[in-house]
């Protein structure tokens, strides 16, 4: 269980600190709720306590996981990521982003923009690599304290 002030992560959402946990009656039934701020897209989420599992809420990385993330953007993965066929990668980094786990958001955000520097990326795939930074920018900036324009500026440098 997680308490109010913890920093955590929401599959698919991002980064957030959970601000309270109260109980609430939604569709007739009493439950407890984390109630969670995202500050990418300013957004608060409630989520039962009971689901946390479920939704694969987890803790922010500490500094050793933002290593390992600066590690797996520093590689210089070949660009095509994979499959040649746009759908199958879609799927693949999907799948990566659906995991929730940093390492797995990082690959995605790596290959997707060595592949739009070298060849450049289909609608779907230009959205998936927006979404993949914000995620992975809106984790960074709550593991290391920053602000979001530093390290959306870290992340251009690692991977220019």
Known sequence: ??????????????????EAIEEREVLGKKKRYYIMRF???????????ESEETVGLREVVDENGVQEVIK????????GGGSSNWNHRYRANLEKMRSGNICQIAEVVSLLARREQD????????KML??????????????????????????????A
């Open 1 to 18: 269980m997680f308490n109010v002030g913890d920093k955590v992560v929401y599959p698919m959402h991002g980064a957030g600190v959970i």
């Open 39 to 49: 500050p990418m897209g300013d957004m608060k989420v409630m989520l039962p306590l």
């Open 72 to 79: 797996i953007l520093r590689e210089k993965r070949n660009a």
């Open 119 to 126: 060849r450049g990326l289909s609608t779907g795939e230009r």
């Open 130 to 159: 927006e979404n993949a930074r914000q995620i992975l920018i809106s984790e960074l900036a709550l593991a290391r304290n920053n602000e979001r324009k530093q390290i959306e500026n870290m992340l251009e440098k690692l991977l």
